[in-house]
C-alpha cells in the first residue's frame, strides 16, 4: 500500500532522532497530528511561545534538532518573542504551522497564514511552504539541515492542512548527514596566533558558542597557557569560562563607552564566539581604546560582517581555540594581575544596599542561601534582570552547562525553558536538579509554561522574587532621564494562587530558614513546586 505524506514524514523524523514535538494544537495542524504514533511524545504546552522556549531548552540540553508545532500564522504571531530568543541563542529549531487547505488559499480564507515564508522572518534562518504537498518530506529534510549548519538556528515549514493524506512520491525520504562545524583558513589562524604571541598585554573575550561547542576545557587551555586574562562577551546566555578561574575577570558592560574603558592598558584583544559587541544602552565613546586591536572568531559571517572594529576570521569557535592552543608561545608564568569584578558574568554592578533591619530579605541575601541549599551539581535558569548582578555575586557558574539565560532580553523564555531542561535532564539520565530564578514580572510573560511542568510532573524548583515593580526599567528611566513614567509597579500579583492554579506546590517563604526549608522539601518533589519570596526592592545601576 502506497504511504501517504505523513507517514513518510514521520519515518524520516524517526531517522532524524526528532521524536518529541512540543507544541500547542490548532485546527490547521490536526491533520499532521492525526493517528500520532506511539513512539513519539507530544509535549503539549497553553501557549505557543512556551513551546518555542522549552523546545529550545531541549534542543540546548540534548545538543540536538528539536521541533515545535504552531497554530497557523495566529500561532506563529504568537510564538514570535522567543523565536527571536531561539535565533538569537542559536538554537536548531524546526517550527511548523499548519495552513488552510491549498484549494482555499487564493481567496486568503479565515485562519490562514497569507505570506508564511515572510511571516517569521528575521528571526529564522529558512522558511518555506513547499510548492506540492510531494514535496513536504524533502522540505523536511532540508530544515534539518538549515537548521544544524553554523551558525545553528530555527527554520519554519507552513503544511497546508490537506498535504498529509497525499500520497508519497517515495516510500522513503532521501537522509543527508550535514556538517556542524566550520574550519578556519590556516593561514589567517597563524598571523592571529603570532599577533597574540607578538602582543605585550593581550587579553581573551569569551562568548556562548564555546559553551555550546562543548569548548570549556579547551578555552582554560588556552588561556592558561598564555596566562592572561579572560572576560565573558557582554550579556552571554552560556557562561564560556568559569567564574571562580585566577584567570576570570567577569563579564564586560554591553554599553560602548564602559566596554572600552574595562579594555584600556590592553594592545590586543581576542573575541572567539560572540558579537562584536552587544551594546545596550547607548553610551557614547570609542568601540575600543586607542592602541588596542581587535581580533574576532566567529561561526557566523553576518556576526563579522557586522562588527564596527576589528579583524575577522569564519571558524567555529573550539575548532579555533584549539587550533591557537597548539600554534601561540606560552606566556611568563607569574600570574597576572587581574582586576576581577565581584559581579562576575554580569553586565553592572550590585545594588549598594542591605537587609539590615528589614522584614524582607535582599536578593543578594535570597540568592546566598538558595546556592547554600541547592545541590553542587544544580542546573540554574535566570529571568530576573533587576538582580543580575546579585546572583553571579552569590552563585558563580564553575560548571559547564550549568547555566541558561536567553540571548534576546525579551522576557518569557526562562519559565517554559525549565521544562525543556528538566526534560533533557530525564531523557539523557543526567538528572541534576534544575532551579529557575524568574522575577514576579518576568514570570507573567509565559506563565502557562508551569502547566506543562505539573502535567509532566518535572521536579523543576520555582523561585520567585517578588519586588512588585519593574525595577530594570526603573533603572533605564534613570539612565535615560525619564521621570514619571506609567506601569513600572506591578503590584497585587498573587503568585501562590497562580502556581496553584496551574497544578503546582505553592510556598511563601520570607526568612533565609523558610526559604531553606521550602527548597529542600522542593528537591525531594516530583512535581514543581514554586517558591514566593518577597524581596527587598531596589533599582539597579545599569553601567
Given at each position: ?68 508545532n504552531v497554530h497557523t500564522s495566529a500561532g506563529l504571531s504568537n510564538a514570535m518573542s522567543n523565536i527571536l530568543t531561539a535565533y ?456
Open positions: 500500500m502506497q504511504k501517504n505524506i505523513r507517514q513518510v514524514t514521520f519515518d524520516l523524523l524517526r531517522k532524524l532522532d526528532i521524536t518529541t514535538i512540543f507544541g500547542n494544537p490548532g485546527s490547521t495542524e490536526e491533520t499532521f497530528l492525526k493517528e500520532f504514533p506511539a513512539d513519539f511524545r507530544y509535549i503539549q504546552t497553553l501557549h505557543e511561545a512556551s513551546a518555542v522556549a522549552a523546545a529550545d531548552a531541549y534542543a540546548q540540553s540534548m545538543r540536538k534538532v528539536a521541533m515545535v538569537m541563542n542559536r538554537t536548531p529549531l524546526i517550527i511548523t504551522a499548519g495552513n488552510q487547505t491549498r484549494e482555499m488559499l487564493l481567496m486568503d480564507p479565515w485562519l490562514s497564514n497569507i505570506e508564511p515564508e515572510t511571516l517569521p522572518k528575521p528571526w529564522v534562518k529558512w522558511s518555506c511552504q513547499p510548492v506540492r504537498a510531494e514535496d513536504v518530506p524533502a522540505a523536511f529534510m532540508r530544515a534539518y539541515a538549515m537548521a544544524l549548519q553554523p551558525p545553528a538556528g530555527p527554520v519554519f515549514l507552513s503544511i497546508p492542512l490537506d498535504d498529509w493524506d497525499k500520497p508519497a512520491l517515495q516510500e522513503q525520504a532521501v537522509v543527508r548527514s550535514v556538517p556542524q562545524r566550520i574550519g578556519y583558513d590556516p593561514q589567517r589562524l597563524k598571523a592571529f596566533a603570532d599577533a597574540i604571541t607578538a602582543a605585550k598585554n593581550p587579553v581573551l573575550i569569551y562568548g556562548s558558542a564555546i559553551a555550546r561547542g562543548q569548548g570549556w576545557e579547551t578555552g582554560i587551555a588556552l588561556a592558561e597557557k598564555l596566562n592572561i586574562p579572560v572576560w565573558a562577551a557582554p550579556s552571554s546566555e552560556r557562561p564560556p569560562f568559569p567564574e571562580t578561574h585566577p584567570l576570570y575577570a567577569g563579564g564586560l558592560p554591553f554599553a560602548i563607552k564602559p566596554l572600552s574603558e574595562k579594555l584600556e592598558g590592553h594592545d590586543l584583544a581576542v573575541v572567539i564566539g560572540a558579537p562584536v559587541f552587544r551594546y545596550y544602552p547607548y553610551v557614547a565613546g570609542s568601540y575600543i581604546p586607542e592602541g588596542l586591536r581587535l581580533l574576532h572568531i566567529s561561526d557566523d559571517p553576518l556576526e563579522i560582517g557586522r562588527a564596527p572594529v576589528g579583524d575577522g576570521l569564519l571558524s567555529d569557535a573550539v575548532l579555533a581555540l584549539e587550533g591557537l592552543a597548539d600554534l601561540v608561545s606560552a606566556k611568563e608564568k607569574q600570574p597576572p594581575v587581574i582586576g576581577k569584578q565581584a559581579h562576575n558574568m554580569a553586565a553592572h554592578p550590585p545594588v549598594a544596599t542591605s537587609a539590615a533591619n528589614s522584614d524582607s530579605l535582599s536578593a543578594a541575601e535570597l540568592f546566598r542561601t538558595l546556592r547554600e541549599v541547592s545541590p553542587r551539581d544544580t542546573i540554574l535558569i535566570e529571568e530576573s534582570p533587576s538582580n543580575l548582578a546579585e546572583l553571579h555575586r552569590e552563585w558563580p557558574i564553575e560548571a559547564p552547562d550549568s547555566f541558561y539565560t536567553f540571548a534576546s532580553g525579551s522576557l518569557g523564555w526562562g519559565l517554559p525553558a525549565s521544562v525543556g531542561i528538566a526534560l533533557g535532564e530525564k531523557d539523557s539520565g543526567r538528572n541534576r536538579p534544575v532551579l529557575a530564578i524568574i522575577g514576579d514580572g518576568s514570570m507573567q510573560y509565559s506563565i502557562q509554561g508551569l502547566w506543562s511542568a505539573a502535567r509532566q510532573q518535572l521536579p523543576i524548583v520555582y523561585v520567585i522574587p517578588k519586588n512588585n515593580e519593574y525595577a530594570i526599567l526603573k533603572s533605564f528611566a534613570l539612565l535615560e532621564e525619564t521621570p514619571g513614567v506609567p506601569g513600572l509597579d506591578i503590584p497585587g500579583l498573587d503568585i501562590m494562587a497562580l502556581a496553584k492554579g496551574y497544578g503546582c506546590c505553592a510556598v511563601h517563604a520570607e526568612t533565609a530558614e523558610q526559604v531553606k526549608t521550602a527548597c529542600q522539601e522542593a528537591f525531594g518533589r516530583q512535581g514543581p513546586t514554586v517558591i514566593e519570596v518577597p524581596i527587598l526592592p531596589a533599582i539597579p545601576p545599569l553601567i
